[in-house]
Nanobody, 121 residues
Framework: QVHLVESGGGLVQAGGSLRLSCAASGRTFSNLAAGWFRQAPGKEREFVAGIPWSSVRTYYADSVKGRFTISKDNAKGTAYLQMNSLKPEDTAVYYC??????????????WGQGTQVTVSS
């Protein structure tokens, strides 16, 4: 079982930056793939970014490429999503997900509770 806790959300102006964190309680991220998803009001949850357990590459939705960066610190048991050049359309609840030995772009078994990101214009 993996318990994930997100933090770092908040209100930011368009063009600003935020860094989301996802802590895996009591364990490392060394054998976990991490993913970030988001869900805006009235919309389906969508994939934002992912990183395999091996960290050999990263995956991004086209809408965030070049602006968002996913990473993980295995020793600290934390995954991150650095979000730059934020746009109002990035407003959503952001969810962290994890999967043992996952590829970073497929299914995720474990989910956090979500953190709100609001970008004002």
């Amino acid at each position: 079982q993996v318990h994930l806790v997100e933090s770092g959300g908040g209100l930011v102006q368009a063009g600003g930056s935020l860094r989301l964190s996802c802590a895996a309680s009591g364990r490392t991220f060394s054998n976990l793939a991490a993913g970030w998803f988001r869900q805006a009001p009235g919309k389906e949850r969508e994939f934002v970014a992912g990183i395999p357990w091996s960290s050999v590459r990263t995956y991004y939705a086209d809408s965030v490429k070049g602006r968002f960066t996913i990473s993980k610190d295995n020793a600290k048991g934390t995954a991150y999503l650095q979000m730059n050049s934020l746009k109002p359309e990035d407003t959503a609840v952001y969810y962290c997900a994890a999967e043992f030995y996952g590829g970073g772009n497929s299914k995720f078994e474990y989910w956090g509770q979500g953190t709100q990101v609001t970008v004002s214009s």
